[in-house]
Every structure is written in structure tokens, then in C-alpha cells.
């Protein structure tokens, strides 16, 4: 059972352009919505998060929408440069009952911004 | 440096033989977790863990154990490897609740 979907699995995009990712997800327990970034031989990182209450939040050229009606968030990368080729992964977070936490991955998008 | 360390880098093993990949954290974080990364599988959890003494299962915990005796410790352990267990694993933390996850570089791990 796949809690977040991602697409799509990569992508192409000219130097300049916009790069547009999008997570679904379907557990409405979730709560916290975080983009991670991921280059070759490193672990991911975190590049910019929010919540459901929140229906978009912009840091630099990187910009999430938040559709929580549609159970849908999407990552914008604008002016994208070479150096923003990585694999993308969102996330979905949720309390799992007790106080534990649970953190669920899409399955990734290959990223690759030609000059 | 804050950082998630994580030993070894690389391993080749042979079926069946028990195996032990080490985490640490200096960043006093309460929760840790494994991750295993499959081409078009993305991040799966394996185990994660909410303090010392405390951890649950993740997605595809069959073939691993964990514990946690101290906070900034929290190995990954496979008594009998197999095949289908080759993968690049994770080891994350992060505060409680689990927002911004610090990761380590990786183990990449064969077992032939």
C-alpha cells in the first residue's frame, strides 16, 4: 500500500524553466509535508516543508502548494539550474498512536535540468 | 558538526552471514530510523525508533532487528542476510515531532 504517490518518477527541464513535481497522499492523519532533497552519493536532505494549514509556502525558487481538499502538494522550482539535477522526494509525517511518529516517502523524481 | 555517521560505507557479504551496520548521532535527537532505497521504490522505513529502549516497525521490517540502548546509538542488524536485502540503507534522526531528518550518507550493502 503506497501512502504518498509521486510523479513523475523524472523529469526534464530546460535551464530557466520550471520544474513541477507532484505528491498525493491518502491518509488524512498526515500533518506534515516535507520535500527532500537528494544528490548522488549523499543522503537526502531536508529543502522546505509545510503544513496542512498552509496552502503554499515559498522559500528562494523553491515554492510548495498545499490542495489539502484534493489531498495533493506539489513542488515548483523556478529559474532551474543544472546544479538543481537530484532526485526529489516528498513526504507525508503522521502521529502513528502513542505518541510515535511515522515518516512516509514518495518513491522519488530524477530531476535533470539541461543547459 | 552535527551529523548522522554511519558504518560501514560499503559491504559484500555471503547469504546467512550475520551482519551489524552502526548509527550514530551527536545531535541528542530522540527519534531515529533505517531507510532502505530501491530503484523505483524510493525511501522505505524500516525500523524507527522514538527514545531509548523504544522501537516500532517501519514498512519492511522482515529480516532486520534494531535497538536502542543509548540516544545517539541505533544499529541495524541482519541475522541472516539474503539477496532480496541488497539495497542502500539510511540511517536518519531528528527531534520529536519528527520534522527536519538528518541522514547519514549511506551503506550500500551486496549479499551474494
Known amino acids: 500500500q503506497q501512502q504518498v504517490k509521486q510523479s513523475p518518477q523524472s523529469l526534464i527541464v530546460q535551464k530557466g524553466g520550471i520544474s513541477i513535481i507532484n505528491c498525493a497522499y491518502e491518509n488524512t492523519a498526515f500533518d506534515y509535508f516535507p520535500w527532500y532533497q537528494q544528490f548522488p552519493g549523499k543522503g537526502p536532505a531536508l529543502l522546505i516543508a509545510?503544513?496542512?494549514?498552509?496552502s503554499e509556502k515559498k522559500e528562494g525558487r523553491f515554492t510548495i502548494s498545499f490542495n489539502k481538499s484534493a489531498k495533493q502538494f506539489s513542488l515548483h522550482i523556478m529559474d532551474s539550474q543544472p546544479g538543481d539535477s537530484a532526485t526529489y522526494f516528498c513526504?507525508?509525517?503522521?502521529?502513528?498512536?502513542?505518541?510515535?511518529?511515522?515518516?512516509?516517502f514518495g518513491k522519488g523524481t530524477k530531476l535533470s535540468v539541461i543547459p | 558538526e552535527a551529523q548522522v555517521t554511519q558504518n560501514p560505507r560499503y559491504l559484500i557479504t555471503v547469504t546467512g552471514k550475520k551482519l551489524t551496520v552502526t548509527c550514530s548521532q551527536n545531535m541528542n535527537h530522540e527519534y531515529m530510523s533505517w531507510y532502505r532505497q530501491d530503484p523505483g521504490l524510493g525511501l522505505r522505513q524500516i525500523y524507527y525508533?522514538?527514545?531509548?529502549?523504544?522501537?516500532d516497525k517501519g514498512d519492511v521490517p522482515e529480516g532486520y532487528k534494531v535497538s536502542r540502548k543509548e540516544k545517539r546509538n541505533f544499529p541495524l542488524i541482519l541475522e541472516s542476510p539474503s539477496p532480496n536485502q541488497t539495497s542502500l540503507y539510511f540511517c536518519?534522526?531528528?527531534?520529536?515531532?519528527?520534522?527536519?531528518?538528518?541522514f547519514g550518507q549511506g551503506t550500500r550493502l551486496t549479499v551474494v
Open positions: 509545510i503544513r496542512p494549514d498552509v
Open positions: 525508533s522514538m527514545n531509548v529502549e523504544v522501537t
Open positions: 536518519a534522526s531528528s527531534r520529536l515531532p519528527p520534522t527536519e531528518a538528518f
Open positions: 513526504a507525508a509525517s503522521r502521529n502513528s498512536g502513542a505518541g510515535s511518529y511515522q515518516l512516509t
